[in-house]
């Protein structure tokens, strides 16, 4: 490509069910050994392939980039708690990207820019990370509980993330509301 090309549209076949209030901003080829597709970023979230839903900037723990790989690792959801999610990671996924150009990028800005607030805690048989996490297209901030891996879910430490959410909740309320 030449120093001002710009990387060709989306075909129209490789295009997600998108909402009316989405709009692509990078793409890529991919393969990940299951078949090639494509890599689309969105405002609202990222379309894997394989995959029949957005996966929302929010709901990705991790997204990593070796400079031909990006492997995402969404949230996968334990319970649902009065206030938050209690999450831990889902199998990670790894697509090799032919041409990746912005899409690594647009996917580390979004992922970041999610994270309004963060704190590893703790807690009985384990550990995890409370998170206020920005929604696109929505208003206020969603919190989660990302549970280190091997860290019991029992009555004792949902107790303890229970103390812990409302702790940070009010740690991190605006004074004047």
Known sequence: ?????RKPKLPPAA???LTADERVLAWAAAGNGEGDGVVVASNLGLWLP???HRLGWHDILKAVWSGRELTVTPAELVTERDGYRVVADHPAETYLL???????HQVRARVTRSVAWTAHHRLPGGAGRIAARRVAGVDGLAWTVRLDPGTPTDDEVLAETDRLVADARATTAPADV
Do not use: E, K, N, T
């Open 15 to 17: 295009r997600p069910p």
């Open 50 to 52: 394989g995959h029949g």
């Open 98 to 104: 032919l041409d990746p150009g912005d899409l690594p």
């Open 1 to 5: 490509m030449g120093l001002f090309s």
